[in-house]
């Protein structure tokens, strides 16, 4: 397993502004992933942190309204841009950590943001 | 893209009644399929997983059954506790470099009753 830490758990944002989320992982990990939670809803996968590299998008979600860093195997950010309340959701950075069988995520707590 | 159907949204069962899971998927190049259990205001936390080479894998309680031929793969709990009342979501995700790429099921909401 690994421990993820992400900051903030939560946070209250107003609109137009950003804000960049922190995860932090205990020990190098293979693959990074960004995923977003709305309200009562399921995940859906923002990105692939790639290490060294800009990250991997999934159809709908671009660099300029989430730009993601990864600049070494155990830490990256998110950052939520020029939000609107639609952005109001929980992030979740969830990690391989390639010790154990291909595919076994762990998430973190997730960051809570509420936009208004 | 892929897309995966989960049902029923909501599963309301007696303690020690078992509990069944459904999800399909659309996209026959997934052969990776986990289950995440998410209590309320914590994190998804993976219960078990499949992979297309095997048909069934229990752990325990836990059970989930995979039909290629079909594009299903369901998800049993036996013995059910108060405990393991939370949301529970399958997923689906190609492998390879695409293990992490999880695809999500709208979710099932289980309450178990003691």
């Known amino acids: 397993s690994a421990v993820i830490s992400q900051k903030p758990s939560r946070d209250i944002c107003q609109r137009g502004t950003s804000l960049t989320i922190q995860c932090q992982v205990d020990?190098?990990?293979?693959?990074m992933f960004w995923y977003r939670q709305q309200p009562g809803q399921s995940l859906t996968l923002i990105a692939t942190?790639?290490?060294?590299?800009?990250?991997?998008?999934e159809s709908g979600f671009v660099i300029d309204k989430f730009p993601i860093s990864r600049p070494n195997l155990t830490f990256s950010t998110l950052t939520v841009s020029n939000m609107s309340p639609e952005d109001s959701s929980i992030y979740l950075c969830?990690?391989?950590?390639?010790?154990?069988?291909?595919?076994?995520?762990?998430f973190g707590e997730g960051s809570r943001l509420t936009v208004l | 893209g892929e897309n995966v159907e989960q049902h029923p949204s909501t599963l309301s069962v007696q303690e020690g009644d078992s509990a069944v899971i459904k999800c399909t998927y659309s996209?026959?190049?997934?052969?990776?399929f986990p289950w995440y259990k998410q209590e309320l205001g914590k994190r998804p936390q993976l219960i078990i997983d499949?992979?297309?080479?095997?048909g069934e894998k229990k752990d325990q309680r836990i059970a989930v059954t995979l039909n290629k031929t079909a594009k299903h793969f369901s998800l049993h709990i036996t013995e059910t506790q108060p405990e393991d009342s939370a949301v529970y979501f399958c997923?689906?995700?190609?492998?390879?470099?695409?293990?992490?790429?999880?695809?999500f099921g709208q979710g099932t909401i289980l309450t178990v009753h003691p």
């Open positions: 969830s990690v391989d950590t390639g010790t154990g069988l291909p595919g076994e995520l762990f």
């Open positions: 020990s190098q990990v293979t693959m």
């Open positions: 942190a790639n290490q060294g590299s800009e990250a991997t998008y």
């Open positions: 996209d026959s190049a997934s052969n990776y």
């Open positions: 499949i992979r297309s080479n095997v």
């Open positions: 997923a689906a995700s190609r492998g390879g470099t695409s293990y992490g790429k999880l695809t």
